[in-house]
Structures are given as C-alpha cells and as structure tokens.
Nanobody, 122 residues
Framework: QLQLVESGGGLVQPGGSVRLSCVVSGFTLDYYAIGWFRQAPGKEREGVSCIGSGGGATYFVDSVKGRFTISRDNAKNTVYLQMNSLKPEDTAVYYC???????????????WGQGTQVTVSS
C-alpha cells in the first residue's frame, strides 16, 4: 500500500525556517517525482515545488523562489522541503504527493499524504 507521511510542521516566527519531511512507503521512491503542495483556508491547493525521480527536475512557485529548496534521499525514502525566510502568507497545510513526472497541477498526482500544518506568526 502506497503511503506518504509528512512531518516537520508547526508554529514558526516570520523570518524563521522549517524543514518538512515526506516519508514514503509501499513503493520505490526512485521511480517517482514528489511534489509539495499547500492549501490555506479558503484557497485552492497550490503547487509549491516538485523534484523529479532523478533529483534534477524541479520547479518552485514564484512566491517561494529563493527561499525554499527541495531535495530527496532515495535511500531513506524521504523528500525534504526546506523553507527559509518564512512569511505569514506561507501559512497553510502542506502536502506531499507522488506522480511519475513533475507537475505543478493537482490532477496528475495519484497518491497524497495527510498534510502537516505550518503556521507563520509572531
């Protein structure tokens, strides 16, 4: 059974940093791209970043460029989203999801985690 489990969220002050982890099980991470999405209250789910199966294909939504990085450790079946210089507008539930090829859209992703809350507030 394919599973993705996010962790690392919490309350952080503006300007702070958080690293989210997405641990996958039930499938071989090597063949999948992993995307990070976020959803704030009253808003649609937004693609934040994605890393391809080889680790070389990535994208970042404009609002996080220069602040977020994405990486993967296939040996640990884990993908990370490092979030720096956080802003209140980054507050959302963050989800990781698996697909064959990176996409910034929700539809191509077949498998989703349950999400982890990130709140940026002083």
């Amino acid at each position: 059974q394919l599973q993705l489990v996010e962790s690392g969220g919490g309350l952080v002050q503006p300007g702070g940093s958080v690293r989210l982890s997405c641990v996958v099980s039930g499938f071989t991470l090597d063949y999948y791209a992993i995307g990070w999405f976020r959803q704030a209250p009253g808003k649609e789910r937004e693609g934040v970043s994605c890393i391809g199966s080889g680790g070389g294909a990535t994208y970042f939504v404009d609002s996080v460029k220069g602040r977020f990085t994405i990486s993967r450790d296939n040996a640990k079946n884990t993908v990370y989203l490092q979030m720096n210089s956080l802003k209140p507008e980054d507050t959302a539930v963050y989800y990781c999801a698996a697909t064959r090829w990176c996409s910034r859209y929700v539809a191509p992703y077949d498998h989703w985690g349950q999400g982890t809350q990130v709140t940026v507030s002083s």
